[in-house]
């Protein structure tokens, strides 16, 4: 029997983390829930929804909350990964899955293989730029660099060192997936872009996603 757990962190997402839960339960044998020091009540309320929850004191960036819950994921067979608000669709998780069972060791949700006119300009541009370079680096054509929608083989996690900070780990982890020979997929995912708000920084994190992917490739 094929084990599987996702793990989402979640930064002051209350509104949305318990329908993300709830939708992700029945597509996984646990979900994981990593709190980032929130300031509303997002802990309480994945507990209640039924998800094995980790608080963290302070806010630490969507990476460190990631590697958190990536740590607790020892002995699964495929290990996915989305976002708490809402921004991806828990019922696609199979076909991420699929990628994997299919002998792909990380199976990327991209977002631009179906309608991704909802998309913001802004993010929509800083996507066609990280996608040319992370294609570039990483020797074959990622669409969608930035998606936090994705599976792993449960095997290579631990492998991960994902040396990054905040949004920067999306790309770190498929320039470092690609360096270690592991085969990389994506497939069609929706783009969904609703009323929750992002805890981007643009310059300040585009700076960092730079930063960190300089920092990678000089090692
Ligand atoms: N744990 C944690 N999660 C975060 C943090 N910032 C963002 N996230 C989560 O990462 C996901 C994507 O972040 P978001 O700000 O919506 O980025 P965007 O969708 O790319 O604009 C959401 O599920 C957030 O809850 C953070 O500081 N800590
Ligand atoms: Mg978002």
Request: one cysteine or more; aromatic letters at 6%; charged letters at 25%.
């Amino acid at each position: 029997m094929m084990k599987s757990a996702a793990v989402i962190p979640g930064y002051n997402v209350s509104k949305t983390i318990g329908e993300v839960v709830r939708r992700t339960l029945p597509m996984v044998d646990q979900v994981i829930v990593v709190d980032d020091g929130s300031q509303d009540n997002t802990a309480e309320v994945a507990r209640e929804s039924g998800a094995l929850t980790i608080t963290l004191e302070e806010n630490t960036g969507k990476a460190n909350a990631t590697r958190v819950g990536l740590r607790r994921c020892e002995g699964f067979d495929v290990v996915v990964t989305l976002d708490g608000d809402l921004q991806h669709c828990p019922e696609e998780i199979p076909a991420l899955i699929e990628g994997v069972m299919d002998g792909a060791q990380l199976c990327i949700g991209s977002r631009f293989f179906n309608d991704h006119s909802s998309m913001p300009f802004g993010s929509r541009f800083s996507n066609r730029v990280a996608s040319w370079i992370i294609s570039l680096l990483a020797g074959q054509r990622i669409t969608d660099p930035q998606s936090g929608f994705r599976a792993l083989d449960g095997r290579i996690v631990p492998e991960l060192e994902l040396r990054a900070e905040r949004y920067a780990i999306e790309h770190v982890m498929i320039l470092e997936a690609a360096r270690k020979g592991f085969t990389i997929k994506e497939v069609p995912i929706s783009c969904i872009y609703g009323s929750e708000q992002s805890n981007v920084r643009v310059l300040q994190d585009t700076c960092r996603v730079v930063y960190d992917i300089l920092r990678f490739i000089s090692r």
